[in-house]
């Protein structure tokens, strides 16, 4: 799948509930990205990180968190905090700093829906 | 942080024809421009880029140019097909760490 596995495609979240989105990539890529996306608003930069066991956050992360333990591996949570979490989150991976730079790869993405 | 414009936020354009969209970026120092691609429900697919050190860039009917002193980049896409319809982003890449700001898209239609 490119690369870059996200799970699962469709979640539906409760109020007050914390859900999960996973992203695995088997690029060995340093750096992974969380965007989300809603309709024409582009995408817009949750958190990354740029190496394992350290993140930063974008310019929306309010009631998101995430994790790096392992460089495969970058799982949002998107948290009770989060008062409109219904969106297209997406994540990606790039080459940074092992590698020439260029663009990102992305997973096909996680659509989220409050219930 | 870096910020990037683009326009326009929809085109249609008839077969055959020539599209053109436009964006603008924030920081001087961005030194790296893609476009992407995404079809509707599908990921963004890169589709070409450029880096600040050449001014333009041609991949087949897709072509990119770059104004570093105006600070905009311009995609072309020749000879429409209905297969180009989709949402376009730019992006550019700033003077702190490898991510990038995005555009906020343009739908672009191809009328057969």
């Known amino acids: 799948d490119g690369g870059i596995t996200q799970s699962p495609k469709y979640l539906f979240r409760k109020e007050g509930q914390n859900v999960t989105l996973s992203c695995e990539q088997n690029?060995?890529?340093?750096?992974m990205y969380w965007y989300r996306q809603d309709p024409g608003q582009g995408l817009r930069l949750i958190y990354y990180?740029?190496?394992?066991?350290?993140?930063q956050k974008g310019d929306i992360a309010e009631g998101y968190s995430v994790s790096r333990e392992k460089k495969e591996s970058f799982p949002l949570t998107v948290t009770s905090a989060q008062k409109n979490p219904t969106a297209f989150y997406l994540c990606?991976?790039?080459?940074?700093?092992?590698?020439?730079?260029?663009?990102?790869?992305f997973g096909s993405g996680t659509r989220l829906t409050v219930v | 942080g870096e910020n990037v414009e683009q326009h326009p936020s929809t085109l249609s354009v008839q077969e055959g024809d020539s599209a053109v969209i436009k964006c603008t970026y924030s920081?001087?120092?961005?030194?790296?421009f893609p476009w992407y691609k995404q079809e509707l429900g599908k990921r963004p697919q890169l589709i070409i880029d450029?880096?600040?050190?050449?001014g333009e860039k041609k991949d087949q009917r897709i072509a990119v140019t770059l104004n570093k002193t105006a600070k905009h980049f311009s995609l072309h896409i020749t000879e429409t097909q209905p297969e180009d319809s989709a949402v376009y982003f730019c992006?550019?890449?700033?003077?702190?760490?490898?991510?990038?700001?995005f555009g906020t898209g343009t739908r672009l239609a191809v009328r057969p």
């Open positions: 450029i880096r600040s050190n050449v």
């Open positions: 990180s740029q190496i394992v066991n350290d993140f």
């Open positions: 990606a991976s790039s080459g940074f700093p092992d590698r020439p730079l260029g663009g990102y790869t």
């Open positions: 690029l060995n890529h340093d750096a």
């Open positions: 992006a550019a890449r700033g003077s702190s760490g490898d991510k990038l700001t």
């Open positions: 920081d001087s120092a961005s030194n790296y």
